[in-house]
């Protein structure tokens, strides 16, 4: 069955320090990848995709994920946390953009 | 609006009544979509809209689930005799055709209360 599978439930991690969100996937063929980022009471926010092509893809707010077929996963890394990133993280996928299956999140919290 | 819109965005029902979710997408996105996000769970897929068909509706939980989007642009969710398990945050995205790289850009939501 396809599915897409973030390990981590809560994530705490302090100011400063480095951030790396696991997402794995299982689908017959390469998915369409996103990460997205939901804060309280609100919408989705995208924060990065891939499609095909580069690797390693830019998002927005310092980010980047890192696609690896042969781990079948799409981690999200940042450098530096800031407070501001405290939010819910979800990975979702597709084998087109249009049915996407989503995680079940990761809550990011930041310690000072 | 720049963005995609829901109203409302709270909705407290009675089991048993009949309640109708609004979506407004972003001007000119031809696609809609509508997840359905239970508490501490991730969204799921319920159905897509492109323009006004509805071209797949395999995620709607039962029949009384319907959606609909007569003029290809708002669309509406519809539930019928609500059911305390249809507590959830609706929420709905919308995607502009750019060659198979379509990204959903999702609302705000709508937060169901059903008791």
């Known amino acids: 069955a396809q599915s897409v599978t973030q390990p981590d439930i809560h994530i705490t991690v302090s100011e400063g320090a480095s951030l790396e969100l696991r997402c794995n996937y299982s689908?017959?063929?390469?998915?369409?990848l996103f990460w997205y980022v939901q804060s309280p009471g609100q919408g989705l926010q995208l924060l990065l995709k891939?499609?095909?092509?580069?690797?390693l893809v830019q998002g927005i707010k310092g980010l980047e994920a890192e696609f690896k077929r042969s781990q079948s996963s799409f981690n999200l890394r940042k450098p530096s946390v800031h407070w501001s990133d405290a939010a819910e993280y979800f990975c979702?996928?597709?084998?087109?953009?249009?049915?996407?299956?989503f995680g079940t999140g990761t809550r990011l919290t930041i310690i000072p | 609006g720049a963005g995609v819109s829901q109203s409302p965005r709270y909705k407290v029902a009675k089991r048993g009544q009949d309640v109708a979710l609004r979506c407004d997408p972003i001007s000119g996105h031809v696609s809609l979509f509508w997840y359905q996000q239970a508490l501490g769970q991730g969204p799921e897929f319920l159905t897509y809209f492109q323009n006004e068909a509805q071209l797949d509706k395999s995620g709607l939980p039962s029949d009384r689930f319907f959606a609909e989007r007569p003029e290809g642009s708002v669309s509406t969710l519809k539930i019928q005799r609500t059911q305390q398990e249809d507590s959830a945050v609706y929420l709905c995205?919308?995607?502009?055709?750019?060659?198979?790289?379509?990204?959903?850009?999702f609302g705000p939501g709508t937060r169901l209360l059903v008791l």
């Open positions: 689908y017959g063929a390469t998915p369409y």
């Open positions: 891939y499609f095909s092509g580069d690797t």
């Open positions: 979702a996928g597709g084998l087109t953009n249009e049915k996407l299956t």
């Open positions: 995205a919308s995607s502009a055709p750019t060659g198979g790289r379509e990204t959903q850009y």
